[in-house]
């Protein structure tokens, strides 16, 4: 475990920061988390530090994540090399083949793998287009894969329709929030089955799990509040999913959804 070191820091930072923010993390079905061997995490994708709150609400696991995350972020100065010990694996939509030989190399190893299967936060907060990624490396890996919701983390730093300056919504610092994460029953992909039938049932899951957390009480906006972080069809004002179609850059190899609102 001592070479977790970097990786335990970052779990600090990070427990920091929510506890500065009062923001409290509620982990459901964290025990379809394995505690050991080969998984892999297929989450939905709401806000930028999504991945806090994934490895805080399965820290009853034991394990350390090993996301899939933006290329671009090891081009921050001073991230690379923490980003390289922690293990995560960077994405270049361009090229993704490298992160996919890495993510099936890890888990080999028996680690605990999270893609974001959506390839980017959905600005209609509904479950967007998937990437067959997910269904591939469990198909060729044979590890279980574990659908993740997760709802809160929208109000704290997301996308949102840019205003009259180009400008998307900046971070909120309230206090108090609540972030919920929502651990599904592991599934898994036959030898044989089709990657993109299994992609769209996928997409069925995370659609009903996310929803669930959505209509959660704490969550439901109040009567007449105007709610951009909150999906249309449940009464937000979120824009819709064909609104947000230009919004969205989705690749063109992803599955579209045959789940969700029409």
């Not at 998937?130 to 993740?148: I, N, Q």
């Amino acid at each position: 475990m001592s070479r977790e070191r970097t990786y335990r820091f970052a779990v600090a930072l990070g427990h920091g920061a929510m506890r500065a923010l009062d923001l409290t993390v509620e982990g459901i079905g964290a025990e379809h988390v394995p505690t050991r061997g080969p998984v892999l995490l297929a989450a939905t994708h709401v806000s930028y530090p999504d991945f806090v709150f994934i490895q805080s609400a399965a820290r009853s696991s034991g394990r350390f994540v090993r996301f899939m995350t933006r290329h671009d972020v090891w081009h921050v100065p001073g991230l690379a090399r923490p980003m390289d010990a922690m293990r995560h694996i960077p994405v270049d939509r361009q090229a993704p083949a490298a992160a996919y030989v890495k993510a099936r190399r890890l888990l080999r190893e028996g680690e605990a793998v999270c893609a974001f299967p959506e390839a980017g936060i959905s600005y209609s907060y509904t479950v967007r287009s998937l990437m067959r990624g997910v269904a591939s490396l469990a198909r060729e890996t044979g590890a279980p894969v574990v659908p993740v919701a997760l709802w809160g983390p929208q109000r704290v730093y997301s996308v949102g329709v840019p205003d009259e300056r180009g400008k998307e919504p900046r971070p909120s610092l309230r206090r108090g929030r609540r972030v919920d994460v929502s651990f599904g029953r592991p599934v898994t992909v036959g030898p044989d089955e089709d990657l993109t039938e299994w992609t769209c049932h996928l997409g069925a899951l995370l659609t009903d799990q996310l929803e669930e957390l959505q209509r959660l009480p704490h969550h439901v906006p109040r009567p007449g509040e105007r709610a951009p972080w909150y999906p249309a069809h449940l009464g937000g004002h979120a824009p819709t999913r064909a609104e947000a179609a230009h919004l969205d850059v989705v690749p063109r190899s992803a599955v579209s959804p045959t789940w969700g609102p029409g």
